[in-house]
């Protein structure tokens, strides 16, 4: 089946650092969303992308569709403690609806 | 800000028997998804579900489980004889439009003894 190769697996960092992750896949995609998951919850998305080479913004987060639309990018700027948690990247082909996930990014954030 | 509602939060069966797991979607939205997340495991598709009709199921969507618009607002999903192995958490999502932004709800934990 269709796998979403998903990195780094954890990240421990200091309050204030930035923080890169990534999401990778054999097949094209046509939508990137990513979602960040706290324990117990359900995934809340923080950004969608549509076009290839697009970049996004949402506050301190930006992600961008990769241009052979086989990847994308999260990178969280000035990280604080309630970016803990774990972070999905998820792609989509558009004639089914159905969502991909990666094997998520869990992100801890020393103060 | 409209939200995705799903009851119960939590669910403890006994195996063999039938869950009906209910979701309330976003009102506008038209396309219903429903996902799982064993344990400390990635999110799966299950179903999606427009117009009445499944749209697409996984393999793990075997005859076990239906899904149903009972009254034009609630989508349930029913596991008709669960087994040790659906023990999961259970998410309900909708969208707008088939392609764009999917939004979760929190979740019902299954959990089968």
């Known amino acids: 089946g269709q796998q979403l190769n998903q990195s780094p697996q954890s990240m421990f960092i200091q309050e204030g650092e930035d923080v890169s992750m990534n999401c990778t896949s054999s097949?094209?995609?046509?939508?990137w969303l990513w979602y960040k998951q706290d324990p117990g919850e359900g995934p809340v998305l923080l950004i969608a992308?549509?076009?290839?080479?697009e970049l996004t913004s949402n506050g301190r987060l930006t992600a961008q569709f990769g241009i052979t639309r086989k990847d994308s990018f999260l990178n969280i700027s000035a990280s604080i403690p309630s970016d803990v948690g774990i972070y999905f990247c998820?792609?989509?082909?558009?004639?089914?609806?159905?969502?991909?996930f990666g094997q998520g990014t869990t992100l801890q954030v020393k103060p | 800000e409209p939200e995705v509602t799903q009851t119960p939060s939590h669910q403890v069966t006994q195996m063999g028997q039938e869950v009906i797991l209910r979701c309330v979607p976003i009102?506008?939205?038209?396309?219903f998804y429903w996902y799982r997340q064993i344990l400390g495991q990635k999110v799966e598709f299950l179903v999606s579900?427009?117009?009445?009709?499944?749209?697409?199921k996984s393999e793990i969507f075997d005859d076990q489980f239906s899904v149903e618009r009972p009254d034009g607002s609630n989508f349930t999903l029913k596991i008709r004889s669960t087994k040790l192995e659906d023990s999961a958490m259970y998410f309900c999502?909708?969208?707008?439009?088939?392609?764009?932004?999917?939004?979760f709800g929190p979740g019902t934990r299954l959990t089968v003894t």
């Open positions: 998820a792609g989509q082909k558009s004639n089914t609806g159905k969502l991909i």
């Open positions: 097949s094209i995609f046509n939508t």
């Open positions: 992308l549509y076009k290839a080479g």
């Open positions: 009102s506008n939205h038209l396309y």
């Open positions: 579900f427009y117009n009445n009709e499944i749209s697409e």
């Open positions: 999502a909708t969208g707008d439009r088939r392609g764009y932004e999917q939004y």
